[in-house]
């Protein structure tokens, strides 16, 4: 029992960094045994377990440990936390050898927040996300690249409002709105000599000139299209 007791306190200590607000709940640790994590892992990978337990078994699992291990969360609620998009939003990644999207996103005073689109008729009820912590989580099988999605966000009011993701790496052309499945893994950066220039350059003691401009209506093609970023830059540039 003495062992099993060190054990939940590392486990609170070391990985629920981010989730001490909620552990929330009122939820002793002494309650649980490893039996019962390991019993809340399978029915949280199943799919089927409450808030309460999922907020428990958060911190046995490697996603959650990059929140956790790196203090990520103190940051995040900073506002100082650059590489958030690593953890959140929507990433391609594999469940019990089936692929697909898992979706992360920050919503502590929702009720409930699910995933919708064209793949499951704009069904709020068709891919809820999971609530641990402050944060609604969920992994949903089949997606494709390109597949437009956002959340559905039950408030406190009861309401649901459909929101596109705050951490989407790609979206509808508007006006359209939706956020879309885009995979940023392996996106190769060409800003080296540009890197290395601003790191010789003196920037903090030399002149600087800021402009600003809204590119989307700025300027258009002569068929009304929006102009691309390439053809944008030659222009802006001169």
Known sequence: MVKMRKEIGYIHQKSF???????????SFKKYNKHNIRYILEKREAGRFSNKEAAVAAGRRGEESYMANSKAAERFHAGTLSEGWRWFGAHPTEKRGKKGWGFRVWAPHAK????????NGWD????????????????????TEYTAYKYAVTGEDGKV????????????????????????????WTDAAFRKRRAQHPVYSSPLNIYEVHLGSWKLRENGDFIDYRDLTKELAA
């Open 17 to 27: 960094l981010f989730f001490d607000r909620t552990i929330l709940d009122g939820v």
């Open 112 to 119: 409930c927040v699910s995933v919708v689109g064209d793949f």
């Open 124 to 143: 709020e009820q068709a891919n809820r996300l999971i609530h641990v912590g402050e944060v609604w989580e969920g992994f949903i099988p089949g997606l």
């Open 161 to 188: 409002r459909l929101k596109a993701d705050p951490y989407g790496f790609h979206t509808e052309t508007r006006p359209a709105t939706a956020s879309k499945l885009y995979d940023i893994e392996g996106f190769h």
